[in-house]
């Protein structure tokens, strides 16, 4: 047993200290985790993030991959896939399924409902002094969990690539990005895709190191030298090796697409990356890549189109939406399923419309710190190991295309949410383009001339704290309001949702938050009422109800209002709000005396005084 003073020797100078250090930074990190969620969680803004979660409890309750949050063109996408011939055939008189999100993260999340204490309800003692909606606290602990995962295998990876300065400087960063941590707690899907692109970056990078390409050239490293860099040279592989890391990196791969459907394109630079640069086994590798993530995609594409006839369903029309012929949200709430395609001039137009907002504003900061700069100013340095030249020539081939993927992609979702969105793709390239600048930074810092023993700590403290600066000067008063109002307030959606019994329909301007908060079947407003909105209810289901808020009722007068084809709700409001006047023959005739005057709740009959008399 050693002595009380070996004990001591150990912790000061011995290995006893990395072992202090490391509990200090995990002690740190826990500190900022409980920080950041007590000052500035805030209550999910994302239209994608309350459809993922009301997704998720459909499944766990045994719903199946249904939806409450239902738009008007995919009423009509079923409608013409199942023909008129059929009962109910929108599926409005059962649950709808969804056709818009891909599965996995609804299912991640629908096994962590099943095992966390979820509350749904609101009780009224706490309505009055509402901060917190519990459900997404505990959404919001598990995206942290998959943050936390992907800093883990982002260390061990730079460390792998790099060496153990660069691997904590990246990982600090990661964790130190403002960005990132308002991604972990929006609800949204992106930190599981961060950590899908990871494992796929590990998958490429041992492949190709495992083949010998990076050594092939017989150069060292920017670090090391020939006979180091020889000596770390693995041994040869058998060809099942190789096909077991690319069936990895092709679930990786469907899985990711299975997360988000623009993904898919990671396919084309993955398969590139092997092609050129993993010399054996070439063929199988590739094969196996490709089969496996196309095997993965499969059942549900064939799902999505026997249901809808699209392969993506309503995300097929991503690209078409947003063009001068379909702005906004028009596709969603139209009851046409003949879409068709726009022109090619609408594409581009939409691409050079969308693209220098992306290069100008995303990229120089891309994932909230300017680290992502010493990456763009590190391409004009070469590497001497040519693995990782090939690694950061895969990073900025996938950069280049998901800019081009994420401006044709974009839709008003990103409007109503900027940034923080699941259309953002780009962010997921932040670890890899974190670990490609701290080693360049190392690379500049190590020609410098510092004054003395501790300076090179110092500066690289210094630069730890500025490109974390959005972070700490976030974590400052003022305190942050949890609560997104305008427009959603989660009491009072939950309340009137409760007003209609579980089967009967909604409709409303935000179906996402009806669905998620109020737990009831909602349609988006159509994009009129004579004819869509009488045909619904005439001829498929009846609508008890009709829901308004901000996202209608604040439009401008004279652009949104008044000249606006699609603007019929924001028309109706104006009637019923300032003129006491109802459509003629409009079917729900009582309305809410006591909603906010920013809100117009109108139904078949008063029943929020059946709910008080209960």
């Not at 649950?95 to 629908?110: E, I, M, N």
């Not at 095992?115 to 309800?121: A, G, I, S």
């Not at 942290?144 to 960063?173: E, H, K, N, Y």
């Not at 630069?463 to 609560?483: E, Y």
Request: aromatic fraction near 12%.
């Amino acid at each position: 047993m050693p002595s009380l003073q070996e004990l001591i020797h150990k912790f000061e100078e011995g290995e006893g200290t990395k072992s202090i250090t490391k509990l200090a930074i995990l002690l740190a990190f826990v500190a900022l985790l409980i920080v950041y969620n007590v000052r500035e969680y805030r209550n999910f803004s994302s239209p994608e993030a309350m459809e993922l979660s009301q997704l998720a409890r459909n499944v766990s309750e045994g719903k199946g991959f249904t939806t409450q949050s239902i738009r008007p063109f995919s009423l009509s996408m079923v409608g013409s896939q199942r023909g008129e011939d059929k009962d109910d055939p929108m599926m409005l008189k059962q649950p709808h399924p969804d056709l818009t999100h891909p599965p996995v993260y609804p299912f991640v999340l629908s096994l962590w409902m099943k095992v966390m204490p979820f509350q749904y309800d609101i009780p009224s003692l706490r309505a009055e002094n509402f901060r917190r909606y519990q459900p997404e606290v505990l959404i919001s602990f598990l995206n942290q969990l998959f943050f936390i995962i992907s800093g883990i295998v982002l260390f061990f990876l730079s460390r792998r690539l790099f060496d153990p300065s660069v691997a904590w400087l990246s990982t600090a960063v990661f964790f130190g990005s403002d960005v990132l941590w308002r991604f972990s707690v929006s609800g949204l899907s992106t930190m599981v895709s961060i950590l899908f692109f990871i494992v796929l970056v590990a998958c490429l990078v041992v492949m190709e190191r495992a083949s010998g390409a990076s050594n092939e050239e017989g150069g060292a490293d920017e670090e090391g030298e020939e006979g180091e860099e020889v000596a770390s040279r693995p041994g040869p592989r058998s060809v099942g090796w190789y096909v077991g890391i690319a069936a990895i990196a092709g679930l990786m791969i469907g899985l990711g697409v299975l997360t988000r459907y623009s993904l898919l394109w990671l396919l084309l630079p993955s398969l590139l990356f092997v092609g050129v640069f993993v010399k054996p086994h070439k063929v199988p590798v590739i094969l196996t890549m490709l089969a496996v993530s196309l095997l993965m995609v499969a059942p549900w594409l064939v799902r999505n189109y026997q249901l809808s006839g699209a392969l993506f369903g309503v995300s097929s029309y991503n690209v078409v939406m947003d063009t001068s012929g379909f702005p906004g949200d028009r596709i969603e709430r139209t009851m046409s399923s003949n879409i068709g395609t726009a022109d090619f001039s609408d594409y581009r137009r939409k691409l050079l419309a969308n693209a220098p907002e992306i290069i100008t504003e995303q990229l120089p900061t891309l994932g909230g710190s300017w680290l992502s700069m010493f990456f763009f100013v590190g391409l004009m340095i070469p590497f001497n190991n040519p693995g990782l030249r090939r690694l950061r020539f895969f990073a900025v081939a996938c950069m280049g295309l998901l800019i081009v993927v994420q401006a044709l992609g974009r839709t008003h979702m990103s409007e109503m949410s900027p940034l923080i969105n699941g259309q953002n793709h780009l962010i997921l390239l932040a670890p890899v383009l974190y670990m490609f600048g701290a080693a360049f930074f190392f690379t500049l810092l190590d020609q410098l001339p510092l004054p003395f023993d501790g300076a090179r700590n110092v500066v690289i403290l210094g630069v730890f704290m500025v490109v974390s600066s959005p972070l700490v000067l976030r974590l400052l008063p003022p305190k942050t309001t949890p609560i997104v109002y305008p427009p959603y307030s989660p009491p009072l959606i939950q309340e009137i949702g409760y007003w209609n019994d579980s089967e009967e329909l909604m409709m409303s301007d935000m179906p996402w938050a009806v669905a998620w908060y109020g737990d009831r079947p909602c349609l988006w407003t159509t994009r009129n009422i004579e004819p869509d909105f009488y045909k619904i209810h005439d001829q498929y289901a009846p609508i008890k109800s009709v829901y308004l808020t901000p996202l209608t009722t604040n439009r401008r007068f004279m652009s949104e209002v008044l000249k606006d084809p699609d603007a019929a709700w924001a028309r109706f409001y104006m009637d019923v709000q300032l003129r006491q006047n109802l459509p003629k023959g409009f079917p729900l005739k009582y309305g809410h005396p006591g909603v906010m005057p920013d809100q117009l709740y109108v139904s078949d009959r008063q029943r929020w005084l059946s709910v008080f008399q209960e």
